[in-house]
């Protein structure tokens, strides 16, 4: 395994139905994040995994969101009744928890569409 | 406040040319300071990286100038290529916390050939 991989690299749905991304983490990375990246802009957090813990959300992720990694390994990201504002790159991103270490290392992302 | 600004949004450069990406911030928290290059179509990844306990950092190429006084830092490319060409982004993110990155809005770096 070479870097953190993601599922399916795109999506396109009709508004109101429900789409679910997955993440893979680079082996033995324990902390994994979720983030969206509209057309010109920068990413922006929206959620955080230690292990198998969600331990952090941003005001971002509605109710309509959810994530989830059980077992500590990969994680999936679920929109309920998207609309057309999710369209967007989710992308994904893994580190290895140290005192030092901070490097997050992002997937190719998952480019969702909401007609 | 966790924003992060950047500017400039769009940089044209000659081959062989110096390009200067300008970032800053509010937050004084912020304690980690990276660049990721985002090529279309795939990921961010990880240029170069900063800590506020020096004022600059040199890989290769890609050097990180930090001003703490200021709440500034800046991406410097020197001998600029056109394969360089590509969005990049400054971040910050604050010890203890999840180590979240807070990212600028980027900059489209076109270099000429």
């Known amino acids: 395994d070479t870097g953190v991989s993601q599922n399916p690299r795109h999506k396109i749905t009709k508004r109101g139905q429900n789409v679910t991304f997955r993440c893979d983490p680079i082996?033995?990375?324990?902390?994994l994040y979720w983030y969206r990246q509209t057309l010109g802009q920068g990413p922006e957090f929206l959620t955080y995994f230690q292990n198998e813990a969600q331990l952090e959300k941003s005001r971002l992720l509605s109710d309509r969101f959810s994530a989830e990694r059980p077992k500590g390994s990969f994680s999936t990201l679920e929109i309920q009744r998207t609309e057309q504002g999710d369209s967007a790159m989710y992308l994904c991103?893994?580190?290895?928890?140290?005192?030092?270490?901070?490097?997050?290392?992002f997937g190719p992302g998952t480019r969702l569409t909401v007609l | 406040q966790q924003q992060v600004k950047q500017s400039p949004q769009s940089l044209i450069v000659q081959k062989g040319g110096i390009s200067i990406i300008n970032c800053a911030y509010e937050?004084?928290?912020?304690?980690?300071f990276p660049w990721y290059q985002q090529f279309p179509g795939k990921g961010p990844a990880l240029l170069i990286a900063?800590?506020?306990?020096?004022s600059e950092k040199k890989e290769g190429r890609f050097t990180i100038s930090f001003n703490k006084s200021a709440k500034q830092f800046s991406l410097h490319i020197m001998d600029s290529q056109p394969g360089d060409s590509a969005t990049y982004f400054c971040a910050a993110s604050i010890v203890g916390s999840a180590r979240q990155l807070t990212f600028g809005s980027g900059t489209q770096l076109t270099v000429l050939p």
């Open positions: 082996s033995e990375h324990n902390r």
């Open positions: 937050n004084t928290a912020f304690d980690y």
């Open positions: 900063i800590r506020p306990d020096v």
């Open positions: 991103a893994s580190s290895l928890r140290s005192d030092r270490a901070d490097t997050q290392y």
